[in-house]
């Protein structure tokens, strides 16, 4: 997702001078009601499957999503903790009803009748898939980022002497793969392309902003006794990357640990989901939204609020993501923002976890809002800004509440006949409604001054606001 349609998200205070009553909340998708979507029911899914990246293919009309699954079968000795991961292809016409394929490309116990599609060299866990229709070799039009690890014996050695005694001697890395098709992929020659362990849900895709890939995983260079903080490296064709440079630490209100942050660009701003690892505690991960205007620097709302929390322990049972939540980067599907993740029965620690792939959804736009206290009334003065556009477009919640806008002067008077009193009032929930204004007025009376907008809000809550002719 690269989207930018010049409107104004409430995020940050870029375009706010000032607010009165008025606090920002991080609004928190809706799980689907049928979750989990997706469950392991294939002998060689055994504990599970999740942690992968989707994308609708709008050249083919379908959901893509490529998985992991976390496999004791191969070896059995969980004494040693010896497992892999494999990756593994399903799609999808709705995004909700998945198919596994029969592939015929890997063999799993004598047969290939499955859908596995990338082992790797000790094992493969995905990052993320880039479909680049621009790319003029076909071979190469599908583009893999994943994990790896290299310099271990054999799997043959392995089984043979049933585990692996002692440490483990590997070398990981970041692995590039291609594909024509997304299914049969053929990794490139020079890997591994990054050193170092980052097996987490890895996010990179090219940013037109700087020209370039941006990737976001584990550092190399770190205090602890672990590397789980967010770094940043670029690269122009995914082969040559900087050296990964922190972008983003725990501070005094977070665990030790942030296990990793798929990002996405929607709307002129870098979003992070980034998961707080309670790693001395309770072993759980939750999501939290972080943001950032240039992807190097990242905020967060002070309150800290949860974007994606774990779903319930009830009685004798629990909920399939009550242990541990991984979301990955969003599908835009209509007037949402679809987000696939994988829920956790179990914490990180508990090797007989099981997972499945769920869903949440966004609304449009509403990721971060403005919002008054229930019952109460508050403001919120824009910067101002150059205006061009017959109509005044907001993304608002108001069912129970009210809003109406006032134009000022850059100088702060309030322009004549676009008054407070002047603006029919709204009460509703509408993701683009056009204000009006009495007497037939419209804003295109305005183009080409600069004039701030001063937000009327009572039991309301302001997302974005746009103008358009």
Request: charged fraction near 25%; include cysteine; aromatic fraction near 14%.
């Amino acid at each position: 997702m690269d989207i930018n349609t010049g409107k104004y998200l409430l995020v940050d205070d870029r375009i706010v001078e000032d607010i009165w009553n008025v606090r920002r909340e991080v609004v928190r998708p809706a799980k689907h009601v049928d979750n989990p979507l997706m469950v392991a029911d294939r002998p060689w899914e055994d504990k599970g499957v999740g942690g992968g990246y989707t994308l609708f293919d709008e050249q083919e009309q379908i959901f893509k999503m490529w998985y992991n699954v976390f496999n004791y079968v191969a070896w059995r000795n969980e004494e040693d903790h010896c497992y892999t991961y494999w990756i593994c292809y399903a799609e999808s016409k709705d995004g909700l009803s998945w198919d596994k394929p029969e592939l015929g490309i890997i063999e799993y116990e004598g047969s290939t009748k499955n859908n596995l599609v990338i082992q790797g060299e000790w094992w493969a866990t995905i990052g993320t898939v880039l479909k680049e229709m621009d790319e003029e070799d076909p071979a190469r039009r599908y583009k893999m980022l994943y994990t790896d690890v290299f310099d271990m014996p054999t799997r043959e050695a392995v089984a043979q002497a049933g585990g692996i005694d002692g440490e483990w001697s590997g070398r990981s890395g970041v692995c590039m793969a291609y594909s024509a098709d997304g299914i049969h992929w053929e990794p490139f020659a020079g890997n591994p392309v990054i050193d170092g362990e980052s097996d987490t849900t890895n996010s990179v895709f090219w940013d037109r902003d700087i020209g370039k890939y941006a990737y976001y995983l584990r550092p190399r260079v770190y205090a602890g006794h672990w590397k789980r903080r967010i770094a940043r490296t670029e690269s122009r064709d995914l082969c040559e990357w900087s050296d990964p440079q922190m972008v983003l630490v725990p501070d005094e209100l977070d665990p030790v640990e942030l296990y990793g942050m798929p990002v996405f660009k929607y709307e002129g701003y870098y979003f992070g989901l980034l998961q707080m690892y309670y790693s001395e505690s309770k072993a759980t991960i939750e999501i939290q939204l972080a943001f950032s205007r240039d992807g190097i620097r990242w905020d967060r709302l002070p309150t800290r609020d949860l974007f994606l929390g774990l779903g319930l322990q009830h009685g004798q049972g629990a909920d399939f993501d009550s242990g541990m939540i991984i979301v990955n980067r969003p599908v835009l599907v209509g007037d949402a923002l679809w987000f696939y993740y994988t829920g956790y029965k179990a914490t990180h620690t508990d090797f007989s976890n099981t997972y499945g792939v769920g869903l949440a959804v966004s609304k449009l736009d509403r990721l971060i809002g403005r919002s008054t206290p229930q019952g109460e009334g508050g403001l919120l003065l824009t910067r101002p800004l150059a205006w061009e556009g017959d109509a005044l477009e907001v993304n608002v919640s108001s069912a129970d509440g009210a809003i109406q806008v006032e134009v000022l002067s850059e100088g702060g008077e309030v322009v004549e006949g676009y008054d407070r009193a002047s603006s029919v009032v709204f009460s509703g929930d509408s993701l683009r409604q056009r204000m009006q204004w009495k007497e037939g007025r419209t804003m295109g009376a305005l183009g080409g001054r600069r004039v701030r907008l001063k937000f009327y809000l009572s039991n309301a809550t302001l997302y974005s606001f746009a103008m358009k002719n």
